[in-house]
């Protein structure tokens, strides 16, 4: 079974940033695409940003211009850089990744548990 290890979040207040990460652990072939989701209290789970193993990026409108997504594939570990954070940023944050199996000719997603991040006004 595929872990995603999550690190990050807290207490930010507004206008100031945060920086999580991810890291894909156990047996795989290798990590594709990975990418950040937030769920805030009574909202459905909602795409924050996207990344490629190329690079190639994908943001809501919400926060682009405050955000950055980053990846080192040789550590399968994304990254989301989270700057000018706004009260409505506050979600719990989750991690994705598609992986593609050791042994398959398959891609699997991947969740992580979930990062709380709180931003105070």
């Known amino acids: 079974q595929v872990q995603l290890v999550e690190s990050g979040g807290g207490l930010v207040q507004a206008g100031g940033s945060q920086r999580l990460s991810c890291a894909a652990s156990?047996?795989?072939?290798?990590?594709?695409?990975m990418g950040w989701y937030r769920q805030a209290p009574g909202k459905q789970r909602e795409l924050v940003a996207t990344i490629t193993p190329g690079g190639n990026t994908n943001y809501a409108d919400s926060v682009k211009g405050r955000f950055t997504i980053s990846r080192d594939n040789a550590k399968n570990t994304v990254y989301l850089q989270m700057n000018s954070l706004k009260p409505e940023d506050t979600a719990v944050y989750i991690c994705n990744a598609q992986v593609k199996e050791r042994y398959r000719y398959q891609t699997t997603d991947y969740w992580g548990q979930g990062t709380q991040v709180t931003v105070s006004s």
């Open positions: 156990g047996s795989f072939f290798s990590v594709a695409a």
